[in-house]
């Protein structure tokens, strides 16, 4: 399974209402110096920071803009392009 697989699985669960919303974090922790985002979890650093404080609703809005940075469809949550 590739770290992006990893991320999509996380982004269905954080979909979910009867589930608590996972941390995006895949433990690849490195940050892009061109996108300031975590190459991992596509995060920015302000939001892996306030992470721990927010509530469900917050981190949701946290996993949508990472499913749009990581290219991952949001109906089916898997790599653009590819099929489930």
Same mark, same amino acid.
């Given at each position: 399974?590739?770290?992006?697989?990893? $991320?999509?699985? $996380?982004?269905? $669960? &954080?979909?979910?209402?009867?589930?608590? +919303?996972?941390?995006? %974090?895949?433990?690849? %922790?490195?940050?892009?110096?061109?996108?300031?985002?975590?190459? @991992?979890?596509? *995060?920015?650093?302000?939001?892996? !920071?306030?992470? @721990? *404080?927010?509530?469900?609703?917050?981190? *949701?809005? +946290?996993?949508?803009?990472?499913?749009?940075?990581? @290219? $991952?469809?949001? &109906?089916? !949550?898997?790599?653009? @392009?590819? *099929?489930?």
């Amino acid at each position: 399974m590739t770290p992006i697989d990893t $991320l999509g699985q $996380l982004a269905e $669960l &954080a979909q979910s209402p009867t589930h608590a +919303v996972p941390s995006p %974090c895949i433990s690849v %922790c490195r940050m892009d110096a061109d996108t300031s985002l975590c190459q @991992g979890c596509y *995060r920015t650093i302000e939001e892996i !920071i306030v992470w @721990g *404080r927010q509530n469900d609703q917050q981190r *949701r809005q +946290v996993w949508q803009q990472i499913v749009l940075r990581a @290219g $991952l469809t949001p &109906a089916r !949550i898997s790599p653009a @392009g590819s *099929r489930p």
